[in-house]
């Protein structure tokens, strides 16, 4: 996959975070993740290559754009595909609290997991823990593991997990294991990101959150050197049998970071609030500035870019 792709993506996440921006704060979910959704959209559109959407909002019937299945870009060039989120944190974007982002992951064609958007229980890791997860392990073990592999007592462990009723007994379990627990509201790609940033004090990422998140997450993982499975959680029967039309045989397996996202990744993602990863977007006079992030995983390199924008040269924002 050719590196200038790099740079051509990050102006789709800039254009989709510049766009959701608009409405932080504003109390509008739906109407920050269609401005994302359009912006993001019609960049990609103008990009020389032959994509697919792999993991997107949704399926067809449920996500008029960047639907799963959906063909973008001019139809030309090499064949990729893509797994996104316009506006990942669409509630954190419209209560104008941190850590919103607009990602894309783009691979060769056919190297992501092909799955109905259900949900996916997920353990994520950093690279100093890499090897020591195991989603058929209990919680408590599972962070024994990584307290050994990360030379750290149960204590010093902060485990981020997403706020909801259904991890009750999980929090229950991880504090009386004696570990920190961060909760977060949404925002679960970030929070598996920061587990990979020392600076962060993030440690491991647990919990069930949806299943396309969890594909764009191990692929930002993948570029990082950090440790991703995932299990997806099907919500009824319908899911299972349109599951395996996909090519998911085993609805119970586990799939680990080299199945969710395989072969040569980059991954591309824009504040659209600030937050431990990025910064959000600032408005200025006539422009704004963006902070974002493009990793690749064939050298694994790591770019953080700060762009400035001036609105009178970019007619459409």
């Given at each position: 996959?050719?590196?200038?792709f790099?740079?051509e993506?990050?102006?789709?996440t800039?254009?989709?975070?510049?766009a959701?921006?608009?409405?932080?704060?504003r109390g509008?979910?739906?109407?920050a993740?269609?401005a994302a959704v359009?912006?993001?959209?019609r960049?990609m559109?103008?990009?020389?290559?032959?994509?697919k959407?792999?993991?997107?909002?949704g399926?067809?019937d449920?996500?008029?754009?960047?639907?799963?299945?959906e063909?973008?870009g001019?139809?030309?060039?090499?064949?990729?595909d893509?797994a996104l989120?316009?506006?990942e944190g669409?509630t954190?974007c419209?209560?104008?609290?941190?850590?919103?982002i607009?990602?894309?992951?783009?691979?060769e064609?056919?190297?992501?997991?092909?799955?109905?958007?259900?949900y996916?229980?997920?353990?994520a890791?950093?690279g100093d823990?890499?090897?020591a997860i195991d989603?058929?392990?209990?919680?408590t073990?599972?962070l024994r593991?990584?307290a050994?592999?990360?030379k750290?007592?149960?204590?010093?462990l902060?485990?981020?997990?997403l706020d909801?009723?259904r991890?009750?007994?999980?929090?229950e379990?991880?504090r009386r294991?004696?570990?920190?627990i961060?909760l977060i509201?949404?925002?679960?790609?970030s929070?598996?990101?920061?587990?990979?940033k020392?600076?962060s004090?993030v440690d491991?990422l647990?919990?069930?959150?949806?299943a396309?998140?969890?594909?764009i997450?191990?692929a930002?993982l993948r570029?990082?050197?950090?440790?991703f499975?995932?299990?997806?959680?099907w919500?009824?029967?319908t899911?299972?049998?349109?599951?395996?039309t996909?090519g998911?045989?085993?609805?119970?397996?586990i799939f680990r970071i080299?199945?969710?996202?395989?072969g040569n990744v980059m991954?591309?993602?824009?504040?659209v609030t600030t937050?431990t990863?990025?910064d959000?977007?600032r408005?200025t006079?006539?422009?704004?500035l963006t902070?974002?992030?493009v990793m690749r995983s064939e050298?694994g390199?790591?770019?953080h870019i700060?762009?400035?924008h001036?609105?009178?040269?970019?007619?459409?924002?």
């Amino acid at each position: 996959m050719d590196r200038n792709f790099a740079m051509e993506f990050v102006r789709v996440t800039e254009m989709a975070a510049l766009a959701a921006a608009r409405f932080m704060g504003r109390g509008d979910e739906k109407q920050a993740d269609q401005a994302a959704v359009d912006a993001m959209r019609r960049m990609m559109n103008s990009i020389q290559f032959d994509g697919k959407v792999v993991i997107g909002e949704g399926e067809r019937d449920e996500a008029p754009m960047l639907y799963i299945g959906e063909k973008v870009g001019t139809g030309q060039g090499p064949r990729l595909d893509l797994a996104l989120d316009p506006l990942e944190g669409t509630t954190i974007c419209a209560r104008g609290g941190p850590n919103s982002i607009a990602v894309i992951a783009i691979a060769e064609e056919g190297k992501f997991l092909h799955a109905p958007d259900t949900y996916m229980e997920k353990i994520a890791v950093g690279g100093d823990a890499r090897g020591a997860i195991d989603l058929d392990s209990t919680p408590t073990q599972n962070l024994r593991e990584i307290a050994r592999a990360k030379k750290k007592r149960l204590e010093d462990l902060t485990v981020i997990i997403l706020d909801r009723p259904r991890h009750a007994e999980l929090i229950e379990e991880v504090r009386r294991a004696g570990c920190r627990i961060w909760l977060i509201g949404d925002g679960d790609v970030s929070a598996a990101i920061a587990t990979c940033k020392p600076e962060s004090g993030v440690d491991v990422l647990m919990g069930t959150g949806g299943a396309p998140e969890g594909v764009i997450a191990a692929a930002a993982l993948r570029c990082v050197g950090g440790d991703f499975q995932g299990r997806l959680k099907w919500r009824n029967q319908t899911e299972i049998d349109r599951a395996k039309t996909m090519g998911v045989a085993d609805p119970n397996r586990i799939f680990r970071i080299n199945e969710l996202a395989s072969g040569n990744v980059m991954f591309c993602a824009t504040g659209v609030t600030t937050g431990t990863f990025l910064d959000g977007v600032r408005f200025t006079g006539g422009g704004a500035l963006t902070h974002s992030v493009v990793m690749r995983s064939e050298s694994g390199t790591i770019r953080h870019i700060e762009a400035e924008h001036h609105f009178d040269l970019k007619p459409r924002f």
